[in-house]
């Protein structure tokens, strides 16, 4: 991993989705897919362990959902970014979560590039 390829793990209950996400990022040059997992309660296990750059977090999903991971990996492991991936659009939601400590909610609607250009763009704000 060179200095400048970022960590992520992968947290989406949808095998699919995870799939699709972790092939993408591992096809670019400046990501590195350390880990993936389905619910927020293995997120904070693995999250702890891998201590990733970044998170990227499906809203629904069974055993905890991403907000409820989000209040406790906030708290043991506040400076790490997270980027709420989610098949729901919805300004309460994004409101709630943004206050929470996300720093992105992007809907699965959206095409992948948009994930990539908000997962940059918070190393390039952090950098500067």
Partial sequence: MSARTKSVLVVDDGPLVRQKLCEMLTREGDFDLCGETVNGRDAIEKAQQLRPDLIIMDLSMQVMNGLEAVRILRSVMPSTPIIMFSNYRDSFIE??????????????SQHFSILLESARGLFLRRAA
């Fill in 95 to 108: 409101k709630l979560a943004i206050s929470m400590g996300v720093a992105a909610v992007i809907s699965k």
